[in-house]
């Protein structure tokens, strides 16, 4: 692997901090964090950088390994699925049991977590400013988080001998801004703003992401850096060994917010017609993921539609090991996105050895062409035959499905930093300020 060791280096932690009071993480999160020790655990100078309202504050390597850790300590991720209440409560439903998924946190309450990030805001506010880091320094910021405030990053012009490297997760509420909140189009253009004027390098987690930046820039004006791409890395609990769970009726999975882009809504209008066809022998839907924005229609079936409540199940909070052992015992995956920066939960999956049928996007496409089924994300009667087809006992397409998977190695944060690390290695600083 090639190493950063020849210059001091700062990652940015403002979006770690932030998370201290959330019990799980996100996608972004889990980027942040892979990112944060990656980077932290080198030999050399390091450092962690957060953003404030009085500038940025630099903390030597001790100070913020001891935050990020803080951080992944509260999200519990690194227990066995079997120490997760909301994975048992969630196992005993679909394995035929009664009562409701266990929601929100597991190990660390919230009382726990506000007292952490006290700490952790003492700490900050004792960090030293900009000027302290060392001449040279590469600056890694691996979230969105603050990119639409620029004057939040103003302090990268008067250290001009930094480089900046961004990482660019996804461009969705700049090309599909009807899935988005109003206004974040607007926001996010100007977060890819603030890349294009001190980015000497972009990292991207797919090769669709990247030439979306790309042509993004230069419809603003702005020359793109060069980008390095990295495939996410699965976490090692992803694998087809571990536990498992044993469903009492084909279980199908849709991993990710409940949100518009996400096509929830084909999925539950689906589940709806099985039911009236198929009653008590419907398939079973696990919906893993918390309730989004603007999903007001996706959310009145869940609460409202008596129809499908027998058949389908939420449950948001699990952990990393529950999701694994559920991907292990599962039908299959269904991800209809309308569009997606990455696409995690499709190669998390492959990588438990859960076949998946996704939506025909280039991002899909391009992460899962050796081992998905791929359906239009309007094509609702394609669906619906594809759910059909893979609930039937002995099911020989999910047989064909499950025999792509043989073999497959799915992408490791090893193999990310391999492949972003040669670029991050020799950037320069951008040639000029704006």
């Known amino acids: ?76 991720e690194d227990g066995k699925a079997e120490a997760d209440p909301v994975y048992r409560a969630l196992a005993a439903r679909i394995e035929g049991g009664a009562g409701a998924v266990a929601t929100g946190p597991r190990t660390v309450g919230a009382r726990a977590r506000r007292l952490i990030q006290a700490r952790a805001t003492r700490r900050i506010l ?76 972009i990292l991207a987690n797919s090769h669709d992401t990247a030439e979306r930046t790309r042509a993004h820039l230069r419809r603003a004006g ?12 699965v976490e090692p609990a992803f694998g087809p060994a571990g536990p498992s769970v044993t469903p009492d009726r084909p279980t199908f999975l849709v991993c990710g917010t409940i949100e518009p882009r996400k096509n929830h809504l084909l999925l539950l209008h689906l589940w709806r017609a099985l039911a009236e066809r198929l009653g008590p022998e419907t398939p079973r839907l696990v919906l893993v993921g918390r309730r989004g924005w603007e999903a007001e229609n996706i959310v009145d079936l869940l609460d409202r539609c008596e129809a499908i409540r027998p058949h389908v199940v939420e449950v948001s909070g699990l952990s990393t090991h529950g999701l694994a052992a559920l991907m292990r015992g599962a039908t299959a995956l269904l991800m209809p996105s309308f569009t997606e920066g990455y696409g995690i939960p499709i190669v998390e999956a492959a990588a438990s050895g859960l076949p998946v049928v996704a939506s025909d996007i280039p991002v899909h496409r391009e992460i899962g062409a050796s081992f998905c089924d791929f359906l239009d994300p309007l094509d609702g009667p394609g669906w619906a035959r594809a759910v059909t087809t893979l609930a039937e006992p002995g099911s020989a397409a999910r047989a064909v499905l499950a025999e792509r998977l043989l073999g497959y190695r799915s992408p490791g944060w090893p193999e990310h930093f391999d492949a972003v690390s040669p670029l991050l290695d020799r950037c320069e600083p951008a040639m000029s300020p704006g």
Do not use: C, K, N
């Not at 490297?165 to 090309?175: C, E, G, N, S």
């Not at 702005?222 to 890395?233: F, K, Q, S």
């Open 126 to 201: 004792g960090g030293r400013p900009a000027s302290a880091l060392p001449r040279r320094s590469l600056y890694v910021h691996t979230s969105h988080l603050r990119l639409d405030r620029p004057e939040r990053f103003d302090w990268l012009y008067d250290r001009s001998d930094v480089r900046a490297a961004f990482f660019v997760h996804d461009l969705i509420p700049i090309t599909h801004p009807e899935y988005g909140r109003p206004g974040e189009a607007g926001r996010h253009a100007e977060r890819l703003r603030t890349i294009g004027r001190h980015a000497a390098a």
């Open 222 to 233: 702005l020359a793109p850096p060069p980008v390095a791409v990295g495939h996410l890395g």
């Open 1 to 76: 692997m090639t190493s950063l060791t020849t210059r001091p280096v700062a990652v940015d932690i403002t979006r770690l901090v932030t998370r201290l009071r959330h019990p799980s993480p996100s996608g972004i999160d889990r980027v942040d964090l892979a990112y944060a020790r990656h980077l932290l655990a080198q030999e050399g100078e390091r450092f962690g950088l957060v953003a404030t309202a009085l500038g940025p504050r630099v903390l030597d390597r001790t100070e913020a390994s001891g935050i990020v850790e803080a951080v992944a300590a509260g999200w519990a």
